[in-house]
């Protein structure tokens, strides 16, 4: 049967969906729910009809048919806020709105010739197909305009200028997560990460047998896979609560033998690596504690012996992340000199020496050498949903990708032309007393929940428009504002009500800012020279934040009006105000609330995760996660003592408490994909 739905051809029979001379290949039960949706269009789907006629009532998650649509909406280019396809129906399912008729006439067969074979799914290209074109004539307009535009280069330090795009699809076909993924030099395997019960694991599968086994040990997260040069062989990261080690397996006959550990990591931290098998040495960062900046390093397997390399100084996150070209052993390192800003480097090991590359108006978390060494592919700024290649020389960027969903973890593939990444996309909606309010959240990223102190708004930070913007909500009418953040490329990490509910004080990657929320402007920007953590506001005035140098937390408190800043007593690490109290945490991490000393039976997660603090006071109430648990709260006031609040808190979640009111974070979908390019 076949089916035209608006300006795409779908054929269930032989599960294709084209539209303007492209066809795609879908996955069998992608085509199922498509087939099943074109039959029952306008209606109201539940997703027990789902199950019955596309599963056959076999028993799934919730997340195989998120996964389905999700692919779904990808391939007809349904993923704008507005739906043009498929609609949700709250607490129904789905309904199919498009104009949909079956085709009756005699179609272009599908041949080899107009197939790409090479498509084990869906081709993700938004950019290259005109959504609902109304007649050829257009079309060929707009043909014309994207030759026109891609014939010139834009000098620029971001994404102007246009290269003919490459196409892009997934490698696999496999329906979980997967992530930080390498190719073996003759492209016949991939290793990659993924989620499992037993933590993270590396699995290594055929692209085209689709049969994937596991090679890591389990009981512990595994990352950052790397081929040896022949193939043989697999370098990765192993972590396991305080413990860091490098492990190498052997691949032999397919088989892959019990792990070897080749080095002890140093640190609390995720580390990046890299393999030269033929001098039997490893290039990596590490740093001594989570929050101390990460160096390079380079360790002899045959003499077993490390050396710090040559290296820029290290200040705030350091040198943190390095690749070695495996052609030409020329290697790659990232460096944030200054927060939110980083600059590019190349180290010559035989030497001992270093010359910086190319510096950075925002931060780069994930970087390759392009396959000439003379520029570097890259994420786009953050929220990244593009590829650039950035030349050296020229001080240009080129767009190579541009995608729908973010990107990050770039890799490149030893053909020449070719790189990999990873595609992912989530989605967290703003709980308040573990109930969704569809009126401000989202289908996308809507996160760092803060209830103002007297309970009549609600601020968070929403990727809705692109990128992280400041939104407040009325929870009184749902009514929505937003806030302009000064630039869009910020990593927002914590969001504090004053205490005259007026203004919003955050932490980013750049800086602190401060928010007018009546003016819906910025009030003030603190850029200190290092990455700052605990933010919190100490009075209705006064700021305070925390650096970490020379191995200790120093606190820092700022003046809005006269916006000075001085540091605090070296004896406390971090600060938190509120309109009838202040806490203080000293060195050794012990807490005093207004003067006297917490109880120790108050055990707390650490105060810092993701440089924000994992602890709020609400008048003269110290709201904590547990040590024990990380999905419970801990309440300890004077009078009452220490008390349970059962939450969904979730990993490095964020959470806010006024009066009877806790607002949390939910996972409600995410999914990602090994993507490479094809030239």
């Not at 997703?47 to 076999?58: I, N, P, Y």
């Not at 309904?95 to 074979?117: D, K, L």
């Not at 994207?146 to 834009?154: D, M, P, R, S, T």
């Not at 978390?365 to 990244?384: C, I, K, M």
Request: charged fraction near 20%; hydrophobic fraction near 35%.
């Amino acid at each position: 049967m076949r089916w035209k739905i608006d300006c795409f051809d779908f054929n269930e029979d032989n599960k294709t969906l084209s539209n303007n001379n492209r066809t795609l290949l879908l996955e069998p039960k992608t085509a199922a729910v498509l087939a099943y949706f074109c039959r029952n269009p306008q209606q109201d789907i539940s997703r027990d009809m789902l199950l019955e006629s596309v599963w056959s009532g076999q028993i799934v998650t919730d997340g195989a048919i998120n996964r389905v649509i999700l692919k779904l909406r990808k391939a007809l280019h349904d993923e704008a806020k507005i739906k043009a396809y498929i609609t949700t129906v709250p607490k129904i399912g789905y309904r199919f709105i498009a104009q949909v008729r079956p085709i009756t006439n005699t179609q272009v067969p599908v041949t080899s010739e107009n197939v790409m074979e090479d498509l084990p799914v869906v081709q993700v290209e938004p950019s290259s197909m005109p959504h609902k074109p109304r007649n050829f004539i257009w079309l060929i307009v707009l043909l014309l305009v994207a030759f026109l535009v891609g014939i010139f280069q834009y000098q620029t330090s971001d994404s102007e200028a246009l290269l003919a795009k490459p196409n892009i699809f997934p490698i696999t076909r496999l329906a979980e997560k997967q992530f930080d993924a390498d190719l073996s030099h003759n492209a016949k395997l991939l290793a990659y990460s993924t989620f499992t019960d037993d933590g993270v694991v590396i699995y290594v599968v055929d692209p085209v047998k689709q049969n994937p086994y596991r090679i890591s040990m389990l009981g512990g997260d595994a990352f950052n896979a790397h081929w040896s040069k022949d193939d043989n062989e697999i370098i990765y990261l192993f972590r396991q609560g305080a413990l860091c080690q490098f492990h190498r397996v052997a691949l032999t006959g397919g088989v892959a033998q019990r792990p070897e550990v080749l080095y002890q990591c140093s640190g609390d931290t995720f580390t990046t690596l890299t393999y030269d098998q033929t001098q039997q040495k490893l290039y990596f960062v590490e740093r001594e504690t989570p929050f101390s900046p990460y160096y390079a390093y380079e360790l002899d397997l045959e003499k077993n012996s490390k050396r710090r390399l040559s290296q820029p100084i290290a200040l705030g996150k350091g040198n943190h992340l390095l690749q070695r070209h495996e052609k030409s052993g020329k290697i790659l390192l990232l460096s944030d000199q200054k927060p939110g800003k980083t600059t590019a480097y190349t180290l010559d090991v035989e030497n001992n020496t270093f010359k910086p590359l190319l510096a950075f108006d925002y931060a780069i978390t994930s970087a390759v050498w392009n396959h000439q060494t003379d520029g570097l592919v890259h994420p786009t700024r953050h929220p990244s949903y593009g590829l650039l290649m950035s030349y050296f020389d020229q001080r240009k960027a080129e767009q190579l990708v541009v995608d729908s969903n973010r990107i990050r973890e770039v890799g490149i593939i030893d053909n020449g032309k070719d790189y990999l990444f990873t595609s992912y996309m989530s989605n967290r909606d703003i709980e308040i007393n573990d109930k969704i309010n569809l009126n401000y959240n989202s289908s996308v990223m809507d996160y760092l929940p803060q209830l103002s102190r007297d309970n009549s708004q609600l601020a968070f930070i929403s990727k809705r428009t692109g990128y992280s913007k400041v939104w407040i909500a009325n929870l009184a009418d749902n009514s929505l504002r937003s806030i302009e953040p000064p630039d869009k490329g910020r990593t927002f990490y914590s969001l504090q009500w004053s205490f005259d509910n007026r203004y919003l004080l955050a932490n980013t990657d750049s800086g602190i800012i401060v928010f007018d929320s009546q003016l819906l402007n910025v009030l003030t920007l603190i850029s200190p020279d290092f990455p700052t953590y605990a933010v919190g506001w100490l009075a209705s005035d006064e700021i305070g934040y925390s650096l970490y140098q020379d191995k200790r937390w120093q606190l820092h408190k700022q003046g809005l009006k006269d916006q000075k800043s001085q540091r605090h007593d070296q004896r406390w690490a971090f600060a938190l105000g509120s309109p009838k109290g202040q806490m203080l945490i000293d060195q050794n991490m012990a807490l005093y609330l207004n003067g006297g000393l917490v109880s120790d039976d108050l055990q707390c997660t650490y105060p810092i995760a993701r440089r924000a603090l994992t602890m709020q006071l609400d008048d003269e109430n110290i709201y904590c996660v547990s040590a024990k648990d990380s999905k419970t709260l801990l309440k300890y006031s004077k009078k009452l003592g220490i008390s349970t609040i059962n939450t969904r808190l979730t990993p490095l979640n964020r959470f806010s408490v006024t009066d009877e009111k806790i607002a949390t974070t939910k996972l409600a979908s995410s999914y990602s994909d090994i993507i490479r390019t094809n030239f």
